[in-house]
């Protein structure tokens, strides 16, 4: 995993706008396996940077079954950002968009909601 922590001020918590998770069409269409895959993708990538995009790795990072895992990479690689060309490290737009305005910001975050998918 990279080195480089996303979150500014290496916040100990996560932000998660409830409104925005609970109002977003990815999520909704989600089973609660797959919610429960993502919301853990965007802790991670909150505290670590990036994520491995490779089944085997990830399966073993999550402790899921591949097969899980394989189905979830194929599914949602739309709601992911390789980090290099070539890398299989991605990142979580959504996750480092919040990072980014909180960093601006400083540390606070932004008072408008926003809808999340």
Known sequence: MASKKMN????????L????WLGSDTVDNM???????YITLMTMCWQYGSIPWDKSKLAKKLRIDQRVCGRFIEKYSNLTQ??????TEVTLPKVQEFSETLR??????DT??????
């Open 104 to 109: 601006k910001n400083g540390g606070a975050p």
């Open 8 to 15: 500014p001020k290496n916040n100990p918590w996560f932000p």
């Open 31 to 37: 089973t609660m396996t797959e919610r429960g895959i």
């Open 82 to 87: 390789a980090l290099h060309e070539d890398s």
């Open 17 to 20: 706008y409830t409104a925005a």
């Open 112 to 117: 408008e909601e926003k809808r999340g998918d």
